[in-house]
């Protein structure tokens, strides 16, 4: 079997074939960075990060491109009511951003490229649209008019017809179309320091051109993989497919992966319902990042996940039931290699990335007495570069005085060989709610 992905583009299941073998390019659309992103924007990053180490452990070198959206009218208000520059205002929140995502064991991008930064290549492109004849010029800025291009909507699976017929508003009267969007947007007042002087007009770019832009700049014209929230998908990528293969004439992208929402029981989280939780509140109330991690693997990328308390302390409770049991493995080396296990793991992530099912995978794994405790370890070491949920990394137990003690008595019993003595220590300890494992270095106390 081979990966297959969820492509938006034409609704089915497709076995991945990349434009060269063995290698991936993917670009996903990164952080706004003017506030604390919230949870509900973590799952898509954790989509991200799935999708890049299933890939690796698929065996593709894979090179992930992610933008910093550090100019628009919110980064532009933010700064203006902190008073402070535009850069240091999006630096502080890029600097939380990428906290929070190594906090969730979030790899960084291969790229991370800031929108400030990559003006010139969006100015390249915007100047190739003008020359085709896909972008106009307007009172307050350059438009991509969207008549012009064929194939508008189709990802979003657009009614081409509808959307034409819709009228010209007041405010935006020297529009060719109301779904005419800005590619660049000429200065106001209100941008304060914030502009470029370009050949295109003094101002600053629109949002949509950014990532087509920083995504050819390091991925070339065609992507093999886009990601992005599903509330991406109209207008922000259907508008990045248009300005882009209008201006190359290729192919934009051969496969969208589009992540469902987080939603709570009223609906979907969103900062302008005012219903987020950022992670330092979860934090806050005595959960760990990987805990919500580990509750979204626990759902389809694809399905919404509906976010409550208890939802989380069940996830909490089973990683830390996880963890534990990975603890207590002991380490024989009798029985069987457990191979099964990670075929049915990999095939698993073939499928659409069925994180749900590959946790349950390793849940079977851990049950079978069959299978060498040398073995499991070295599967779920494979299993979790894809999890990233530190399964194997001991957490740090305070050890009573009183178990201690027991422990290093039950020690010095095994070596003189008095088993009865021994065996008695090992059930005083485990009363107490620890496990000693032995090895040929000496012994371990764990929690139970
Ligand atoms: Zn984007």
């Avoid at 999006?90 to 951003?97: A, G, H, L, V």
């Avoid at 987080?262 to 805990?291: A, C, Q, R, W």
């Avoid at 049991?325 to 990670?342: H, T």
């Avoid at 299993?383 to 399964?391: C, E, H, R």
């Amino acid at each position: 079997m081979a990966l297959k992905l969820y492509n938006t583009l034409t609704r089915k299941k497709q076995v991945f074939k990349p434009i060269i073998e063995g290698k991936v390019g993917f670009y996903s659309c990164g952080p706004t960075v003017y506030n604390y992103a919230h949870i509900g924007n973590f799952r898509q990053f954790l989509l991200n990060d799935i999708l890049k180490r299933s890939l690796s452990f698929l065996g593709y070198k894979v090179t992930h491109v992610m933008n910093i959206t550090d100019v628009d009218d919110k980064t532009l208000r933010g700064s203006v009511k902190e008073g402070i520059s535009l850069k240091d205002f999006t630096r502080k929140y890029e600097k939380i951003f990428f906290e929070d995502t190594d906090s969730l064991n979030i790899l960084k991008p291969t790229n991370t490229l800031r929108a400030t930064e990559s003006i010139n290549e969006m100015i390249k492109l915007i100047k190739i649209l003008i020359d085709k004849g896909y972008a106009y010029k307007a009172s307050d800025g350059i438009y991509f008019s969207i008549d012009k291009f064929k194939n508008y909507g189709k990802l979003a699976n657009l009614q081409r017809d509808r959307k034409t017929k819709e009228r010209v508003s007041n405010d935006e009267y020297d529009k060719e179309n109301a779904q005419d969007f800005a590619l660049w947007k000429f200065y106001t007042p209100e941008d304060g320091e914030v502009f470029w002087e370009t050949e295109l007009g003094k101002g600053r770019p629109g949002w949509h051109i950014e990532c087509s832009a920083m995504s050819m700049k390091v991925l070339g014209e065609t992507l093999d993989i886009h990601t992005g929230a599903i509330d991406l998908i109209f207008p922000h990528h259907t508008n990045e497919i248009a300005q882009s293969e209008a201006a190359t004439g290729k192919k934009f992208v051969n496969y969208w992966v589009h992540g469902g929402f987080l939603n709570m029981k009223e609906g979907k989280m969103s900062k302008s319902l005012g219903n987020v939780y950022t992670l330092k509140d979860i934090v806050g109330m005595g959960f760990k990042p990987l805990d919500y991690r580990f509750m979204c693997l626990l759902t389809h990328y694809r399905s919404s996940l509906e976010f409550s308390l208890d939802n989380l302390t069940a996830a909490k409770k089973g990683l830390e039931g996880l963890k534990n049991k990975i603890a207590n493995i002991s380490l024989s080396q009798l029985g069987s290699d457990g191979e099964k296990y990670l075929k049915d793991f990999t095939k698993s992530i073939e499928d659409d990335m069925n994180m749900p099912k590959a946790v349950q995978v390793l849940q079977k794994l851990l049950k079978d007495e069959k299978v060498s405790g040398k073995a499991k370890l070295s599967i779920i070491e494979k299993m979790d570069s894809v999890f990233g949920l530190d399964l194997l990394k001991k957490e740090k137990v305070s050890v009573p005085e009183e178990v201690r003690k027991l422990a290093e008595e039950r020690w010095q019993a095994k070596k003189i060989k008095n088993f009865k003595l021994s065996d008695e220590l090992r059930d005083k300890i485990t009363k107490l709610g620890f496990s000693v494992a032995d090895s040929n270095e000496g012994y371990e106390v764990r929690k139970i």
